[in-house]
């Protein structure tokens, strides 16, 4: 059993020491803190995922605070006071490896940006439209994090452009973000937004993903009439899928799962001629939007895929066509007519389907 004094800074006590260090000669525990302790202490190894390891020592942080907070004098505080340092010192060397170096190191400040966007764009022409700036973040980084909304906790990207550093994004959220979130507290807030990764997709897989058209009609790789029934899109709901239709005219289609699965999974963050959802019933396109944050086409790019369905012979009659959402409102209008117009300006207004 290691000594008190001679645990190094990245160790944290086990079950048993932390037992001894606190029981005072008292035979059976009183304080259900202090219990609870004793059971995430066990729970812990270092041979856990790297989530589940994360996910402990953030409840031990919470858990030594409440104690701290209640009984700041007692004769068990010192050690408890301890036990939290260790857990946020284990945390900050597991968030450290998460926010992994890529191979832009030596480059600093928004010239790294560029260069580890330079995947992104390849590609791109005056058609395509690139990932928007506002989720950049997610691709330069190995892990993919998402863009998480979350209470008192500002994105850290947004802090890093509007800060004067000259140290490049990922070696700022190792040796500053991290930190600093561990300093104010915000154990479990750092957590929950390092251990969302969004899936990026390389060749092989994308292909799982991909549909086609054939006079009019869509079918999967397998040559099976396609449909979106068991599919769900964030916005558009139930019946709905997410899609892409990237620089060589193939579409990729899934179901969307927020924080997890976005436009830009299909392509890894590669540049699209068109983005949105589509509702698909046995190879019939029924519904189609210009919905995507990651994206954020525009009318453009919503003609131009209105246009490229009418070449392979997809009937627009009827199908039901959102050209841009307002928050939450989505009007779908004639796709048909959306066409002829190039506006949804005099064009009629439809009910959205439903599968």
């Known amino acids: 059993m290691k000594n008190k004094s001679m645990l190094k800074m990245t160790e944290i006590y086990t079950a048993q020491e932390f037992k001894k260090l606190t029981r005072l000669n008292l035979f059976h525990r009183r304080c259900n803190h202090l219990i609870k302790l004793d059971i995430l202490l066990d729970s812990y190894s270092s041979d856990l995922p790297e989530k589940e390891k994360a996910s402990i020592l953030v409840e031990i942080c919470n858990i030594c605070k409440l104690f701290l907070d209640r009984k700041p004098l007692s004769g068990r505080a010192v050690t408890v006071h301890n036990l939290k340092t260790q857990a946020q010192e284990q945390l900050l060397s597991i968030m450290k490896e998460i926010v992994s170096e890529s191979n832009t190191s030596g480059i600093i400040g928004w010239k790294r940006v560029k260069a580890a966007l330079t995947p992104i764009i390849h590609g791109a022409n005056t058609k395509t439209k690139c990932l928007d700036e506002e989720y950049w973040a997610?691709?330069?980084?190995?892990?993919?994090?998402?863009?998480?909304?979350?209470?008192?906790?500002?994105?850290?990207?947004?802090?890093?452009?509007?800060?004067?550093?000259?140290?490049?994004?990922?070696?700022?959220?190792?040796?500053?973000?991290?930190?600093?979130?561990?300093?104010?507290?915000?154990?479990?807030?750092?957590?929950?937004?390092?251990?969302?990764?969004?899936?990026?997709?390389n060749h092989e897989e994308r292909e799982h993903y991909s549909i086609y058209i054939s006079r009019g009609k869509f079918y999967n790789r397998n040559g099976m009439e396609f449909s979106t029934l068991n599919m769900e899109s964030d916005r558009a709901g139930k019946g709905w899928g997410i899609?892409?239709?990237?620089?060589?005219?193939?579409?990729?289609?899934?179901?969307?799962?927020?924080?997890?699965?976005?436009?830009?999974?299909?392509?890894?963050?590669?540049?699209?001629?068109?983005?949105?959802?589509?509702?698909?019933?046995?190879?019939?396109?029924?519904?189609?939007?210009?919905?995507?944050?990651?994206?954020?086409?525009?009318?453009?790019?919503?003609?131009?895929?209105?246009?490229?369905?009418?070449?392979?012979?997809v009937n627009l009659c009827n199908v039901a066509a959102c050209m841009k959402t307002t928050g939450c409102v989505q009007e779908f209008y004639n796709a048909e007519d959306i066409f002829i117009n190039r506006s949804i300006v005099n064009s009629r207004l439809v009910s959205k389907p439903c599968l």
């Open 138 to 201: 997610e691709a330069i980084t190995n892990r993919h994090f998402a863009k998480r909304n979350i209470a008192c906790s500002a994105d850290p990207f947004e802090l890093w452009k509007q800060s004067d550093t000259k140290t490049n994004y990922v070696d700022w959220l190792r040796e500053c973000y991290i930190q600093l979130m561990l300093k104010n507290g915000q154990e479990k807030e750092l957590v929950t937004r390092f251990f969302s990764n969004v899936k990026y997709m």
């Open 243 to 313: 899609y892409v239709r990237d620089a060589k005219n193939k579409i990729y289609i899934n179901k969307h799962q927020r924080n997890v699965f976005h436009h830009s999974s299909f392509l890894a963050g590669g540049p699209i001629l068109s983005a949105g959802e589509l509702s698909i019933n046995n190879g019939v396109l029924v519904g189609i939007t210009n919905k995507s944050g990651h994206y954020k086409p525009d009318d453009e790019n919503f003609l131009d895929m209105l246009a490229y369905l009418k070449t392979r012979g």
